[in-house]
Every structure is written in C-alpha cells, then in structure tokens.
C-alpha cells in the first residue's frame, strides 16, 4: 500500500519530491501528483474548503432580519472553494485510491496548515490512519529527517481542536455580528449592510480613534530660539535648550497628573515673550563650547517578513499592501526568485547557513550589476556566519523570513524588480557589519543660556554600502539634529552669537494612519492590550496574519468604511456610525484588540490539553447571543453618540439640524425643539452621508453624481440627488435624481441657453455643446427660441456606466476627440470595474469606448486592426455614451431602404462558424487578445498563441499555464491547466 503525502503549497510538494527521490527512489511526475513505489505526494494551494452552516439551520430568505438570529448551528457543512475545485477534486481521487493506505499531513507547521488538512481529510470521507510531517527548514536533508521522525495523529488533536475553533468562532462572530448589526440598521426600511469581524472590526476602530484624536486636536502655539555661532574657522547653527528640564516634573507644573503631554520638550518655550527675552539676552554675546564625541554603531534592519516588506513598498514606492503582496506571490509562483512571501518570521533556520552561501554565490554570478559586487565583497569577506539573529529556530513558525531562492529571476516587471530588490539588499544587509558613526553634541553657552548642537559623520558604511546614494542621503538629511560634520572650535576658544531669533511654530495633530503604519499597528495590536496574559498570548500574532493583513484593509475600503487619500487612509461616516453603534449597544468588545488576545490565550490553553474544544465553543455561543440579543432588544429611538450640529439651516424654517444615530433632524431656531418635521436618513440606499456632503446638500439642495449606492437588488448605481419640496407634505425631502430630463423634445418646452458657458463646438454639426439636465447636449439637438425644431441628435450622458465625467473630461472630448483614461467604468454584464477613454467616432457619429493599447498585441490583419476598437466601444457605450436620436417620424421609404441596405450588406457577412461567432470577449479578455468580435474557436487559438509567446507554460508542468497580470484578470487565479481553458473563455464571451 502507498502513503499519499499531502502539502499546502506546489512548491512543497516539489521540494519533498526532491528530498525522497535519493532514499525512497525515482518519481513519476502526473498532472496534480508524483508518484513511485511508496509515496503519492500532492499538495493544495492553500484553503480548498470552507466551512458553511447545514441548510436546515440557516435560512435563504430573511437571513438579515432578527427573527432568525443567532445562527449557531449544532456542526458545520463543507464547501469548496470555487477557485480551487479542480484542485480539491484531484486530492480527493488520490485519496479514495484503493491502493493508499495511509496519509502524511504535510501541509505548513501550524494552525492554518493543521486546519487546511483536516478539511480536506473531513471533506474526502477517507479514514485512514494520519502522520505528520512537522518542518521548519525545507533543506531536503530537514525533509528527511522530518519522515524519519513524523508525528502521531493523536499528538496533534489538540492543534487540530484549537484550529477548528479559530475557524467557527470567526464564522459565528461574523455572521451574527454581521446579519445583526444589518438587521438593526435597516429596521428604518432599506438594505444597510454593515459588516462586522473579529480583525476588520478592531482595525477600523485604531483608525477612528486616531481620526477623532485629530477632529479634537487643538493647536498650541509654541517657541524655539534658533541662534547662529560663529567661530574662527566658520559658523555653525545652534538651538536653545534648558538642561535641567524633566519631562515629570514638567507634566506636574502643567497639571498633568493622568496622562503625560507629548508635547512638552527641553527645547520649547510656551511664552512668546520669554523666548524673545532669551534671544535679545544672547545675540551678539560671547559665548563658551564643551564638546562631547562618541563612537556608535548601528545594525541593519531585520530579514523581511510580510508585515515589513509590505510596509516599506507603501513608505518607499506607495505600493498598497495588496500590491506588494500580490508581486511578492508572483516572485515566488511564478519567477520562482523569492521564498514563500506568506511568513510572519524574520529568521532562518539554523541549518540555513550553507543555503546562504549558495544564494550569495548565485548573486555574486549574477548579471544584476547593482547587487553582484555586494554579494561578493560578502564571500570574500567571510561575512557569512551563523548568528542567532539571522539563524534561529526558535523564531522560524510555519514559514522563515523572505529571501531569494537560488535562481535568479528575468524578465521581471519594473514593480516586480523594485520587490525583489528590496528583498535582496535586505538579505545581503543582515551579513554585512554594522554601520559606524561618530556623534558629536556641542553645547554652546552664552550669559547663562544654552544652546546645542548635534554631527553625525558615518565612518565606516557597513552594510549601508548595499543601499549606495540612498542611505547616504538619509544619513545626511534624515535628522535637523545630525547636519554631518560639524565646524571645528578650538579648545577654550570664544564664539560669537551673530544671529539668535525666536521661532513661533504650532503642535500638530498626530498623522494619519498610512498603509505601512496600519499595518503596524495590525502586527503590534498586543502592545495595547492592558491584561498582562492576553498580551503575552498575542506577542507574536497581533490583528490578522500576514497573510490575511492586506485583505482586511482592502474589505475595509471595499465596504467603504475607509477611504485611501494619496498615501492616507481616512475612515468614513459608517465608519463612525458602526463605532457608535457598538459602543452604544454594549457590544464594544467587537471594536477591541482585546478579543483576539482572550481567543489567543485560550487557543494556546488548548493546544496544550489545557482547555477542552466544547467549552470553549460555548463560551463562542454564550458571546454570539448575548451579542444578537442587545441589537435585538435596544428600543431607544438613537444610539448615544458624538453627533454633529450642522451650519446650514433646515430649508424649511431656517432651523438648527441636527444629526442623531439614524437620521438628521430639524430641532427647531433653538436646536432644543420639535422642529418643523424635516429630516432624512443618513444611509439612503446604503451610503452614508458624510458631514460635509450634508453640509453642502442642505446649502445648495442638490448634491452628486455620488457613488455607493445600492439597489434592492444588490446592484451599486451612481446618481444625483436632491431636496425637493413636497406639496403634499408641505415640507422639503430627498428625492434621487437620475437625469430622465424630459423637458425639450418630448415636452415641446423651448430651452434657455443664454447665460450658460459652451464646452466646446459639436462634433457633429459644429453647434455649441451645453448640460442640460443629465446630459451634455448640441444646442441644436433641444428645440430653442433660435430653432424651435432639433436639426442635430449629440448627446452624452454626465453619468456612464457609473463614471461621472466631469466638464473638463467633456471639453477635451471635444477639443480633442478623446477624454483622460476614466477608471470607474462597471459593467452591466459582469459587474467588474474598467477603465477606458471616451472617443468621438465620426463614422459611428457617437461617442465610443476606446481602450488602452495591448502591452502584448495579438496577431492580426491589418483590416480587422482597423475596425476592431470601434466595434467592441459602439456596443459597449450604447448604454451610457450613445447618441440619442431626438424622436420624429419615420419617412415613408425607411423600411425600403434598411431592407436594401441589408441585401447590399449580406456579401460582405462573415460566414457562419459556430452559436459563439461574434461573441464581444469581456474587458478582461480583450486586453488579451484584442477587442473584435470572435469565435470561442478562434479565442482559444488566440490564447495559446499569447501564452506561447510569452513563455507562460509552466516549465514543469507543460499542462499548466501560469498567469501574468493580464492573464490573471481573465483566470481568477495565478495558474489553470490546459483542460480548463475552454470553460473560462465561455464566461467572457457575452
């Protein structure tokens, strides 16, 4: 009988191959496995199932009503994971072979690799006897060992126990929380999603707390005196400081006896009048130096792990942490170049050292001529040695820290390069000595007063040396305390203070936060945690994984409760919203780094036999129902909250409005009253108002084109809106506007242009353009006094597909003929976002789509180059972009002449292939293979010819085919067999 060996990853399928073969003998390579006389080695690709509650327990239709909550089911279904079935199915045939007798878990020593096994072993039906392979270093020799020393499934029980835990108490969390805090929000009518998680929830909170810090932040004003010595051989500058200064005793003066005030320093002044003292007292005195210098040393960064890699691409290049990591994967599946980027270790494990060199070696051989002569310097140098801050077991979890693999990558894209360089140079920098400095601080004194000065001068670059220029530079200019080289003074010699002024500056509020600094505030979320156990427990796991980090801040934006600004992340009013909603119901644990540290401890507790998996899950339960039930239960018309009080007044009485949990409310001249009635909802359609666009609603009584918004169906729409008065009511409410301007045409109502500016002339009849309702329009396409019937049909819709397109973007339509690449297109068919420019397309005389060229363009002939854009833009724009023919009668002969046009036409019709000729490809695939309608025939012809061209076939595995960035759009995953294309061109095909 065979043992069938199951990994987490390809990868560590291959390397356990290659680790047997010398001992268990020769391979046979198959589509999803190898196999010879003893062992079948698959792997997964991470998560293959999920789990889901048994239909009996949870309900389709009014899931997000109180009436079926809490879900918790008595044991959880199964569900593959729709990406990854051809996977799933394969692993499963291998294990119901009749000749397997046995497995070896050989997924990731973890709790996510115990967990992903144990689904699939669950979902399989299989029960056979289980191993495991426990690893920490994947040197063939540590595989080996690992077989001669495999685990019982008994020892791991209690990992397993507390893996499954982790899984259905999230589940039970989310859902619950989720369907709960929707339910309550939508009592008022409408459908409020409003998501809640274990990780997401308690990340967004570290942002609005930082938010509302700065919202309350008061500005001080403070002073420096800034004073210029001069010298026999020079001046140098200088700033006063008090040097009995401390920071206790200056919090006592100030009255600050529960927290201490960041903001108070030796060297500021809180008086503008005393600094002027100071600075009048000095200028022009003599004065003495003391000097104090000093060697120091300091050590290279750390190996990267996920967190800090992705935190320093968003400081150095703006990459968002999804980027970064999504590079890093392509690095390693693809390029093969990086070591699995998936970590939260920064060490080796200790029988690495040889591996390095190797990697060194391969570097030094290299043609990357701005990394090979530091990888030799290191060989030749003998700088790799083993070290407990590089090599270390007891720091290496499931995974070590990132470095490149042996082989050394091409063809690598400028953002790709840009990763694997910061990888490498940080590799290299860790063997490398420590930088050496020399510090001097000068201390200046003058009638009493004293001033300092601070030089740093490197003296020996060290492993700076890797970074060049750059570090250079950072060194120089990093620090206002470290101008370099300092001015020489002589011993007992006098300087002169030639200019000393005061400097009046402001306290500023703290930062926001930025990808990188979420991130670490994610990965340092224990820090904050006040219960000495809950924090040790989460010393090494913070908020989410590495892994599942940069997911969570794109959720966030996803579901807009946080928006990315440049490189800030700002969170929005639902953010809020939710944050008060959890506070005011009692449910404030949900928001708090502290429930993950509990969950950690106990976790641990049951990985150590410590806690039983049944108690724990009933403490999950006890939390999801009293959770459900203070939603359920709370029947107080608001949330307590810090509510804002508007500066425009109600449009009805002039009143003070006010803004409350769920809506904004006239309270009357006094803000304390019953008010004239009006009020509105801040979450019409699911989006929620911010402040400002209220402030500006109320103002100007409209507001738009908004985006978020969403149907009862699900759909998002994008539209205008407004405040309109009602005659039945009498009274001002919100009405959305979607521009079904009837007026003009249809109506016979002569529009008024005069007064308004023209964006530009028509490009049909030379006419000016205008807005017009919704639209921008040809003055002669709308009856007006100057011509009372329409001559012209151009029009074009202000709002496309969900893309505003704002005045400009118009004008240079029709200066030029195209607008700006847009990027907030959304398709009607298959709801994904695009970008494109907008066209004027004189033979179709409409506007039209037009596509950003092909990096890679496919083969065609010059006559299906010619007509191949327009064909896939005229259609896709008729929704939105297309000219509007004003309606008038048809002339006798129009059925003739469309007939014979026809007839004329027929010749010219491509003949009939198959039900797919014709066929539009989507976005996705267009950009793949051209935009022409075609056969799934031709399509399929098409592919292979990109995928052979670009030597994506992958070099293992010919069967295989992996995704570059273009690809990856059309696959929905980073490698498919050949057998798989055909299923997938169907469903881009419309």
């Not at 289980?130 to 495999?150: N, Y």
């Not at 005030?261 to 009048?273: F, V």
């Not at 108690?615 to 018309?637: G, H, L, N, P, Q």
């Not at 298959?830 to 066209?839: D, I, Q, V, W, Y």
Request: glycine share 8%; hydrophobic share 40%.
């Amino acid at each position: 009988m065979k043992t069938l060996v199951i990994a987490e990853k390809p990868s560590v399928a291959q390397d356990i191959v290659r680790a047997l073969t010398p001992v268990a003998g020769k391979f046979e390579k198959h589509d999803e496995h190898f196999e010879n006389d003893k062992y079948v080695v698959t792997s997964a690709v991470g998560h293959l199932v999920e789990i889901q509650a048994p239909e009996e327990f949870d309900v389709k239709r009014g899931k997000w009503s109180f009436a079926h909550l809490p879900v918790i089911p008595p044991y959880f279904d199964l569900k593959p994971m729709d990406k990854t079935k051809t996977r799933l199915n394969a692993i499963v045939k291998q294990a119901k072979r009749k000749d397997v007798g046995a497995f070896i878990n050989a997924c990731d020593a973890g709790r996510e690799g115990e967990l992903i096994f144990r689904l699939i072993q669950q979902y399989s039906k299989v029960k056979l006897p289980v191993q495991r392979l426990w690893l920490q270093s994947m040197t063939p020799q540590a595989i080996r060992d690992g077989f001669a020393s495999l685990r019982s499934d008994q020892q791991m029980l209690p990992l397993a126990d507390a893996a499954r835990c982790r899984s259905e108490a999230d589940w039970l969390v989310g859902i619950n929380g989720t369907r709960a805090m929707t339910a309550f929000n939508s009592r008022d009518g409408g459908f409020f999603l409003t998501t809640v998680g274990r990780v997401q929830t308690p990340t967004l909170s570290v942002v609005v707390e930082r938010e509302e810090k700065i919202r309350k932040f008061i500005s001080r004003d403070y002073w420096e005196v800034h004073a210029t010595f001069g010298a026999e051989a020079g001046d140098y500058p200088a700033k006063w400081f008090d040097p009995k200064w401390k920071k206790a005793a200056a919090n006592a003066a100030a009255g600050n006896t529960e927290e201490m005030d960041a903001e108070l320093k030796a060297d500021r002044l809180w008086n503008q009048r005393e600094a002027q003292a100071i600075a009048d007292a000095v200028r022009g005195q003599k004065a003495t130096v003391t000097e104090e210098s000093k060697p120091t040393t300091q050590a290279s960064p750390l190996l990267f792990d996920l967190t800090s890699l992705q935190r320093e691409a968003n400081g150095k290049f703006g990459f968002s942490a999804k980027t970064t990591l999504s590079i890093a994967q392509s690095l390693y599946e693809r390029h093969k170049a990086l070591t699995y980027p998936r970590t939260d270790s920064r060490a080796l494990p200790e029988d690495y050292v040889p591996v390095v060199k190797e990697t060194f070696a391969m570097l030094a051989d290299s043609g990357m001529k701005h990394l090979a002569p530091h990888a030799s310097t290191a060989l030749q140098g003998n700088y790799i040695k083993p070290s407990k801050r590089i090599f270390d077991n007891a720091k290496v979890s499931d995974h070590f820290a990132i470095i490149p693999t042996l082989q050394a990558p091409s063809g690598l894209s400028e953002a790709e390069q840009k990763i694997y360089d910061l990888v490498v140079r940080r590799f290299m920098a860790v063997f490398f000595p420590s930088a050496e400095y020399q510090i001097t601080t000068r201390i200046t004194t003058a009638v009493g007063h004293n001033f300092k000065t601070e030089g740093k001068v490197l003296v020996k670059p060290g492993w700076l040396a890797i970074y060049g220029k750059e570090a250079q530079d950072e060194v120089k200019d990093g620090d206002d305390k470290s101008p370099g080289n300092l001015v020489p003074v002589k011993p007992g010699e006098l300087v002169t203070a030639q200019a000393v002024d005061p400097k009046g500056l402001k306290t500023r509020p703290p930062a926001r936060y930025s990808e990188a600094t979420l991130l670490g505030a994610m990965e340092g979320a224990g820090k904050t945690v006040e219960d000495d156990e809950l924090r040790e427990a989460m010393q090494e796991k913070g908020l989410g994984t590495p892994a599942t980090r940069s997911s969570i801040i794109e959720g966030l934006i996803a579901e807009k409760y946080m928006l990315r600004e440049g490189r800030e992340l700002i969170p929005t009013a639902k953010a809020f919203q939710l944050m008060t909603l959890l506070r005011g119901l009692g449910v404030e644990e949900l928001s708090k780094a502290e429930l993950t540290g509990e969950w950690e401890y106990k976790l641990a507790q049951m990985e150590h036999g410590k806690l039983s998996r049944e108690s724990f899950m009933a403490e999950i339960a006890a939390m999801t129902e009293r959770m459900v039930k203070k939603a359920k239960e709370y029947d107080r018309d608001t949330i307590p909250g810090d509510y804002a009080t508007l500066q425009a007044p109600c449009p009805n009485c002039g009143g003070i409005v006010k803004e409350n949990y769920r809506r904004y409310t006239c309270t009357g001249k006094t803000g304390a009253e019953e008010g004239c009635g009006f009020s509105f909802g801040k979450t019409p359609a699911g989006r929620t108002f911010e402040v400002a666009e209220v402030e500006q609603f109320l103002r100007d009584k409209k507001i738009g084109p908004l985006d978020g918004f969403r149907s009862k169906a699900g759909w998002p729409f994008t539209a205008e809106m407004v405040i309109k008065f009602d005659e039945e009511t009498k009274n001002y409410k919100l009405e959305f506007d979607f521009g079904d301007d009837k007026q003009g045409a249809e109506s016979g109502e002569l529009i008024d242009f005069s007064g308004k500016e023209s964006l530009g002339a028509c490009p049909k009849c030379g006419g000016a353009v205008f807005e017009h309702g919704k639209n921008y329009v040809c003055e002669k396409s709308v009856p007006t006094m100057a011509q009372p019937t329409p001559s012209c049909d151009f029009k074009s819709g202000q709002i496309i597909l969900q893309q505003p397109i704002e005045r400009k973007q118009m004008q240079k339509l029709l200066a030029t003929g195209k607008t700006d690449m847009l990027e907030k297109f959304v398709s009607m068919r298959t709801r994904r976002g695009f970008k494109a420019m907008l066209a004027w397309d004189a033979e179709a005389g409409k506007v039209n789509f037009e596509f950003a060229p092909s990096k890679f363009p496919p083969r065609k002939t010059a006559a299906k180059a010619a007509g191949a854009t327009k064909t896939v833009a005229g259609r896709a724009a008729s929704t939105g972009a297309k000219a509007t023919k004003a309606p008038a009668k048809k002339a006798p002969g129009a059925k003739t002449a469309a007939k014979a046009a026809t007839k004329t036409a027929k010749p010219k019709a491509p003949r009939k292939t198959t039900a797919a000729t014709g066929k539009l490809p989507s976005a996705e695939l267009a950009a793949v293979i051209g935009a022409e309608p075609v056969a799934r025939t031709e399509v399929i012809k098409k592919l292979w010819d990109y995928i052979k061209a670009n030597g994506l076939q992958d070099a293992t595995n010919k069967r295989a085919i992996n995704a570059d960035a273009k690809l990856l759009a059309v696959f929905g995953k980073p490698q498919v067999t050949m057998f798989e294309l055909a299923g997938i061109v169907g469903k881009h095909l419309g």
